[in-house]
């Protein structure tokens, strides 16, 4: 073997290992986005995307009360079927305890209790309980899109009046209190 073959097989290997550093980033990634899947994901809440319509009624104080007026605020909307029985306390009870965690950003949420128009209100240690809690009753077609055949849930409606998530009747704290500290965090609106 004469210098100029060795030369060129030594310019070969390196051509080679070059195009396989350069290939091995691509080849990672379809690995990782076809083969790989990851065990869980990052939001505890069942994702939905979807305007919330308009939802006009009136507060249990008498006051006309608009679900648009909330505009600009993350809203957590508990909907109850007919009068705040146990599963309600308890949504309402994770509620406020998932933005009682978010500290100085809890200002940011507001909470809404949403009646069907004539159901009973929630009693005096449940008004007591849970300050700022706006309690609403509207005629319960003005929802109906939104229950999707479940009649207790609890929404996320973003600060642009969207459906974000929605959460069990009786949902883990620690999961909404999460989700709701990764999208405070990442949203400058509301």
Do not use: F
């Amino acid at each position: 073997m004469d210098e100029i073959d060795v030369r060129r097989r030594k310019a070969r290997r390196t051509l080679a290992a070059i195009a396989l550093l350069c290939a091995a980033p691509v080849v990672a990634s379809y690995i990782a986005y076809y083969v790989l899947h990851p065990a869980q994901r990052t939001n505890y809440g069942e994702l939905e995307t979807k305007p919330v319509p308009e939802i006009v009624g009136a507060t249990a104080e008498g006051a006309s009360w608009r679900l648009s007026s909330l505009h600009g605020r993350w809203v957590l909307l508990v909907l109850d079927s007919d009068g705040c029985d146990r599963a309600c306390e308890r949504a309402l009870y994770a509620t406020r305890q998932a933005r009682t965690i978010q500290g100085r950003e809890q200002e940011r949420i507001e909470r809404v209790l949403l009646q069907p128009t004539g159901a009973a209100p929630p009693g005096a240690p449940v008004r007591t309980d849970h300050p700022g809690l706006t309690v609403a009753q509207a005629d319960p077609r003005q929802w109906t899109s939104l229950l999707e055949g479940k009649p207790q849930s609890i929404l996320l409606v973003d600060p642009l009046g969207n459906l974000v998530l929605r959460y069990p009747a009786a949902p883990d704290i620690r999961g909404l209190a999460r989700d709701l500290e990764r999208l405070l965090k990442a949203s400058r609106v509301g």
